[in-house]
Every structure is written in structure tokens, then in C-alpha cells.
């Protein structure tokens, strides 16, 4: 839950976002986790440090855990050595993992690096499966599923997820003369984005030229694929982005969308784009839970209360983290205490009441951290309910170890083009074209 600006990048961001709203202090890598002999040392007061390496701002010190679990375990000392962005995380990790040196006792992999750490890594990595009080079943089985290697092993527990949904301004809709209850609106696009590009065009002919139906071709793409079972890569591991038709399909939508003007001509989480959340410029964004959060910090106040949330049109997910543990972590069994903690159910709901990281626990959806949470931005809207609704009808996706590479191709270097002039076929080839040099480098 965590900029250059790779679409994984992006979305780190957005979830640091989420509790402080402001960055991450970017921290350095630890030792290689070993004393001169070997073996493991505790901090000065005798007690067992154990470190975890995350980035963004994931909300387990925010929320308390790490307090609660010290309390719970008072021979325990818990530090995180945070860096604030993914893009310089994930290659200083796979380069630890390789020379085995610089980890921590506790990794984070981010769900665009999931892929490519189980089928490159997984050796560096305890097998949580066989942690104590893990049970597969706690988890929605397509989450488990992403981070266990072919023969079984666990190379993570999950944390959070994304489930999708689309946040729109009730003030804005009533102005266009759409209907603001989210049941109705919900209805308007049900099961279908071509549904949901012809409310857009509905919205375009009443509500002038001050707001746009969206904001960002970036942001419909990536909400339009999340919902495939396949998108970029088969189950076989090919890349099938060019051949695949519901990646096609996906961007000529997204490119008829910004042809009429329905998208703004925005790259998420850009200064710019940050400003026209502040300016109500847009009526519409695909909207996971961590992104209520966001929309928080970048609106005026008297935004409050005036957005909403219904069910998009296929379910999807956007976002999501895993906890790992080194086999050459100085403290693997209290390592593997400490992941199996702070991932079970009732952990991720206190997570989620605090920083907005929907769990990928279902035991947690019937918690009243999750049943009664509110947000400022949608009022009374019960979003853990909504949420949860999301969560539970969102396919399982095949993830590839060069997804987030794809998706930026297709989003800043394809569909932000023809908002400025290039047509759909133009924007295509150049995006094919940046794409296909990248996975050869």
C-alpha cells in the first residue's frame, strides 16, 4: 500500500498517502542481519530486534500493531527501515536477496513484484505456508495463490488488497442531471464500461465545460483491465498484452473516451492532477478504498461529504502488498511470528479502520472495523460493506513478473496521447513500441 513514475510507483504513493498524507522518510538498508560469529544479537536491553523493510507508508506503526505486539511480547523490539518509494525499493531488495546481504527480517513485495519474486526468489525466502496459525483459508484464494510457488511454498502473506469501485461527486452528478444515489448510479453502467463511457457522454452534454466525466485515461484503462483474468501475460507465463482483446479492447475504449473529451488530460498522481482534485474538475475515479484516503488529502474541506461510492462495473482489484521472510534474516522463527500477526484477520481490520488497506482476510469483512467505517469524503456511505461486496467478486488474475512495465507503456506512453491530438492508432504503435523495447532491456 506506496515515483520516475512506473504505474506500481504510482500507486505507492497513493497508499503512503493515505494516513500521513505526506512521504516517507527514505531510509537506508540495514546490515547483512549477522554478527561477526554468525549469529543473532538482540538490542542492548537483551531484547530481540526484529526488523522489517517496507516502503510507502503501510500503516502498521501508524495503526499501533507494532505497540500491541510488543506489549503482547515483551521480549520483542520491533523496527521498520522504510523507503518511500517502490521504484527504489524493489531493486535495492532484489539485490540484497542476490548477494544475500542488506535484509531485513521482514521483506514487503509489492503485488507487481509478486510474480517475479516466486518465480526468481522464492528460494531466498522461508516458506510461510508452514508458519504456525497459517492456514491457506484465512486468505481470499486468489491472494494466496499469488504469492505461493508451483511445489506450494508461501513466499509471502498478504496484506491488503484494492477491490474496485468508482467514487463520483454527488454535487456534479445532480448538476448533469444524473441520479446521486449510489444504487441508481451503480445501475447506470452495471456489468458493462461501455455502459459507463455512455454516462460520461450523458454527463458531457449537461454539465458544461468546467468538469470532466473522469480523471485520467490512465486511471479507466487500469480499472477496465483489473477486472481480467488475463491481461498481460496467459497462465502459461507468455506475454499476450498485443494479442490479448480485452487489452485492445481496454485501450479503444479508454481512447474513445478521451477523443470525446470524458478523461481529463492528466497522468495520476502528478502535482497537476493532485490540483484538479482541489479544483472539483472532475466527476468520477476508479477507487479502490486507499484512494478515499488520497482524495482526503488533496481536496478543499468543504468537499466533504460530497462524494460517493458504487459498485464499478465489473469487479476488480488495485493494489496490494505481501510480507516475506529471508531464510538469512538473523531472527527467522520470531520473523515468522511477527508476519503470521500482523497479516491474521483481526489485524487487517484494525489496519483498515486506520489507514484504509482493505484486507485480504474475508474473516476480517465481518468486523466492526470494517462493517461501521466511515470516511469524511463519503459521509454515511458504509464503504467497508461496499468494499467487502467488491472484494469478494473479484476474479483471480493472472500476474505477470513485468506487469507494471506493460501497464505504464499502455497508460503514459498510449492512451494520455490521444488526449493531446494523437489518434487511437498512433498512440497504440508508440505504445507497443516503448513497451517491447523495455522487455527486451
Known amino acids: ?77 520491533i523496527e521498520e527501515n522504510v523507503t518511500e518509494r517502490n521504484e527504489n525499493y524493489y531493486p535495492a531488495l532484489v539485490n540484497h536477496l542476490t548477494t544475500e546481504s542488506g535484509l531485513q527480517d521482514v521483506q514487503a513485495i509489492e503485488v507487481g513484484n509478486i510474480a517475479e519474486v516466486v518465480a526468481t526468489q522464492a528460494d531466498k525466502f522461508t516458506d510461510m505456508s508452514k508458519a504456525e496459525g497459517v492456514q491457506s483459508s484465512s486468505w481470499l484464494d486468489w491472494k494466496w495463490k499469488q504469492g505461493v510457488t508451483k511445489d506450494g511454498q508461501a513466499v509471502g502473506l498478504g496484506t491488503d488488497i484494492g477491490p474496485m ?16 444515489d449510489r444504487e441508481e448510479v451503480g445501475k447506470l453502467w452495471a456489468g458493462d464500461w461501455n455502459k459507463f463511457i455512455a454516462a460520461g457522454e450523458k454527463y458531457k452534454k449537461s454539465a458544461g465545460k468546467d468538469t470532466y466525466f473522469m480523471d485520467s485515461p490512465g486511471g ?88 460517493d461510492v458504487a459498485a464499478a462495473p465489473k469487479s476488480g482489484n488495485w493494489g496490494g502488498t505481501f510480507l516475506g521472510v529471508p531464510k538469512s534474516g538473523k531472527n527467522v522463527k520470531a520473523a515468522q511470528k511477527l508476519v503470521a500477526w500482523l497479516t491474521a484477520p483481526e489485524q487487517q481490520a484494525k489496519l483498515f479502520a486506520v489507514q484504509g488497506s482493505f484486507p485480504s482476510a474475508p474473516a476480517a469483512y465481518e468486523s466492526s472495523e470494517v ?5 469524511d469524503m463519503t459521509g454515511d456511505a458504509p464503504i467497508g460493506e461496499l468494499f467487502a461486496k467488491a472484494a469478494e467478486a473479484i476474479p483471480a488474475q493472472v500476474i505477470g513478473p513485468k506487469d507494471q512495465i506493460i501497464q505504464q507503456g499502455l497508460t503514459d506512453n498510449g492512451v494520455i496521447l490521444v488526449t493531446q491530438g494523437k489518434s487511437p492508432k498512433e498512440a497504440w504503435d508508440n505504445a507497443v513500441k516503448t513497451i517491447d523495447n523495455n522487455l527486451e532491456k
Open 1 to 77: 500500500m506506496r515515483a520516475a513514475r512506473t504505474r506500481s510507483a504510482r500507486k505507492a504513493v497513493v497508499i503512503a498517502a493515505i494516513a500521513s498524507l505526506g512521504a516517507g522518510l527514505l531510509a537506508g538498508c540495514a546490515d547483512d542481519g549477522k554478527d561477526e560469529d554468525g549469529s543473532s544479537s538482540g538490542d542492548s536491553s537483551g531484547k530481540t530486534t526484529i526488523t522489517l523493510g517496507l516502503f510507502g507508508t503501510m500503516g502498521f506503526k501508524e495503526a499501533g500493531l507494532y505497540e500491541e505486539y510488543e506489549k503482547l511480547n515483551p521480549d520483542v523490539n
Open 165 to 180: 469501485a468508482v467514487c463520483y461527486r454527488k454535487d456534479l452528478f445532480e448538476k448533469a442531471g444524473l441520479p446521486t
Open 220 to 307: 479507466l484503462i487500469n480499472a477496465v483491465l483489473s477486472g481480467e483474468e488475463e491481461k498481460f501475460y496467459d497462465a502459461a507465463g507468455e506475454v499476450i498484452y498485443k494479442t490479448n482483446p480485452a487489452v485492445k479492447d481496454a485501450f479503444d475504449l479508454t481512447a474513445k473516451a478521451a477523443e470525446e473529451g470524458l478523461v481529463q488530460s492528466q497522468t495520476q498522481f502528478q502535482p497537476a492532477w493532485d490540483q484538479t482534485i482541489a479544483n472539483n474538475k472532475f466527476a468520477t475515479v476508479a477507487c479502490p478504498p486507499w484512494m478515499l484516503g488520497y482524495i482526503k488529502g488533496k481536496s478543499q474541506p468543504d468537499a466533504a461529504g460530497k462524494w
Open 371 to 375: 462493517t461501521g467505517a466511515k470516511n
